[in-house]
């Protein structure tokens, strides 16, 4: 525990930094950002031994508290996974940079010119759970998009994060990147958490990603811009015109293939008109593939082995080999189900009938809605992004994958000759 | 005074009707929404009387209370103004629909389209103060980018509010709107714009209109995404090689055509080098047009008649005919106080120096930076948009100044024919 006054006074410091830096970040050209990742990723390279001995205490706390083994592989880093870090940096050097391209320009009237033009959204507070490799891959990212970043990373990875934010800021201020473009919060008080939260004067967006009752909090207590998503209940359709094959193989894909990420799928709708021919060969394969159906009354009749849903199966994120499965009267009350019980991020119909495929793509909130394709996709490097900070379920600034240019914001830049109103 | 329960029950009937309309404006087609918005201009151009009269219940109060002659300005209705009003909802149907416009198209290389779409952002809560015209000039931005809005004015002018709310909502139900689209909360206690900025589950985007404190508290309490301006604090940096005669229109047109918008001026910057050729002319004509100075030390003694500047001065909103005048030694230096001092709102250079135009235009973080122009120019009618909802100084999702446009989000709709990751 570190006392309040310190923190603060030390949170204060790094916000100003943070700022400062990120004054120049935003006016400097991509070939010398590139020169700065490009330094940091031989940095990481050359610096194994002492990045996987802070890793080794990190695993060592790890094992004396009790963490699952899940847990345990998510906070462990080795030299291949090092060399992975690195390389997701070089690979972000060939990305198009974001900043300096003119989104639109109008001349009025009266002969001002108005360019409107993409710029860095400032200083980024970026605050997130276990994996390590996060601390790189984020500031990698925004320093990318020419904005500072403030890290907060979870209490667990602690002395990794610590010596792989002290490997990159380094590795970066001695090729001349400003000292306050990558920082990490060195507390692991909630507090420190809490403070940060108010920083309004110098951070300009709060990026959360964990769990749910972490982003709530974030939410409840910011009074910095959030973006985030709470959580991934997914959703795929089966139209009574939907082709059985394709339901069968979207629907696999989307909850076997990585059951534990927010695009998987954890509710199947099936419309009822298909019911009894699609849901005994979708239940075996199921039951083939180890998943547990937890299904509406009707359904339990078609096959066997199902279990019983409750009403929290409908808005529940298992991201384990769970799916609940309920049968529809139409593609209105599918949409009117994943409405009410989805969380806005990533939904498919599969249908051959267009009007229920127009109609559900029109229809549902979500950030992203698919016609015949898995909800997997939804991916910053599967949409041609290169690279994704988060996913967002919010409808404010980004919506959906956000990559480099979701990190940027814009600005007016007018030309006159004296214009005056 | 309305009790707790009564008023959360109300408000939460009142989020729930906006989500469901919001769902059907979502895909009302442009033609449908022109007819909506006319219907409304109709009803108030035909409703005068009752409108006047209660307008005259708010104007009596307002006296009783010993409200200023502009407040009470502000306030007061009169057939001219409410026939303003209705030909705003005219002239926005004559804009360009912001929705269903395909912003980006890609094609992955596995087949599957993606296609980025505009959408409107849903349910907008829209907090405001005092002119009663905004009751109405919101509700017809806001549905003719298909969102569905919540609008909670001042109490001073509640049974202008009420009765403009109920006129444009009655006339769009009777043309077929749902009766969700356009709601005014019927309580003037401060306690439901507490509960409607935790009512994240039916609102998605919060609109504060008014003064800082406002605003402030709008921020502290919000779970759902602001976007606001807390004041605006614009300059004119004068530099070295500026044309006189065009820097003092500029300064004059600034700070003396609207002086109590946020896009006026607020302090002057003047290069040292030039302060004692420019200062006396300056000085001649503000002194001229009533504008009373308050000036940096070397600045007083250049000209008769300035009054001492405080710190303060260099962050003040004065919103009246003062200015606060300082010189600078470089344009870097201008740029350094502006950042620090200023509200990231509008800012000119007025220069001949391409380097110190660009270095300007590239290094102030503010919404819109003028070449040569005047800072009044921040404005969605000047800039092209058609009319505007109000002026964003954040940097997430809207910048500047807000229009239809600003008030839609996108989504992703994915065209596959079965692909799987």
């Known amino acids: 525990m570190t006392d309040e006054r310190t923190m ?31 330094a940091m990723a031989d940095a990481l390279d050359s610096s194994h031994e002492v990045i996987l001995s802070a890793n080794a205490e990190d695993m060592e706390r790890g094992r004396a508290k009790g963490m699952s083994s899940a847990m345990l592989d998510r906070l462990l880093l080795t030299p291949d996974r090092i060399k992975g870090i690195s390389d997701a940096l070089r690979y972000v050097t060939t990305l198009e940079d974001p900043v300096g391209h003119v989104l639109s320009s109008v001349e009025r009237p009266n002969g001002i010119k108005i360019n409107k033009v993409s710029v860095p959204i400032g200083v980024i507070g970026f605050i997130f759970e276990s994996r390590p490799n996060v601390t790189v891959d984020a500031a990698g990212l925004c320093l990318k998009s020419g904005n500072a970043v403030i890290l907060r990373g979870g209490s667990e990875a602690f002395q990794s994060n610590m010596t792989l934010a002290k490997c990159i800021s380094d590795a970066g201020i001695a090729a001349g990147m400003p000292a306050g473009a990558v920082q990490l919060i060195p507390f692991t ?50 139209d009574k015109t939907a082709d059985f094959d394709t339901a069968l193989k979207i629907i696999e894909n989307g909850k076997c293939q990585r059951p534990g990420v927010c695009n998987a799928v954890e509710t199947v709708l099936i419309h009822e008109a298909i019911a009894k021919d699609f849901v005994p060969a979708f239940a075996a394969l199921m039951k083939e593939k180890g998943v547990e159906l937890r299904a509406s009354q009707d359904v339990l009749a078609l096959a066997d082995g199902l279990n019983s849903a409750t009403d929290d199966d409908w808005s529940a994120e298992y991201l384990s080999l769970i799916l609940a499965v309920k049968t529809v009267p139409s593609v209105q009350d599918a949409v009117a189900h994943i409405n009410q ?7 498919a119909i599969v249908a051959a009938d267009p009007e229920a495929l127009e109609y559900f793509l029109n229809y549902v909130d979500s950030a992203a809605v698919y016609a015949n394709a898995s909800t997997r996709f939804t991916d910053g490097g599967e949409f041609g992004m290169g690279a994704e900070i988060g996913i967002s379920t919010d409808k404010l600034h980004a919506r959906g994958p956000m990559g480099l240019q979701e990190l940027t914001t814009y600005k007016y830049k007018i030309f006159g000759s004296g214009q005056i109103r």
Do not use: F
């Open 341 to 347: 019980y989805g969380s806005g991020h990533s939904d």
């Open 189 to 238: 008080d909630h507090a420190a958490v809490s403070m940060m939260l108010k920083m309004d004067s110098c951070i300009n967006l709060i990026i959360p990603r964990g769990g749910e009752r972490l982003i709530r909090t974030v939410v409840e207590q910011s009074t910095i811009p959030v973006i985030k998503h709470y959580k991934g209940v997914c959703h795929v359709y089966v």
């Open 8 to 38: 603060k006074t030390t949170l204060m410091e790094i916000g100003k930094s943070a700022k400062a830096a990120s004054a120049i970040l935003a006016n400097t050209p991509a070939a010398i950002k590139n020169q700065w990742l490009l």
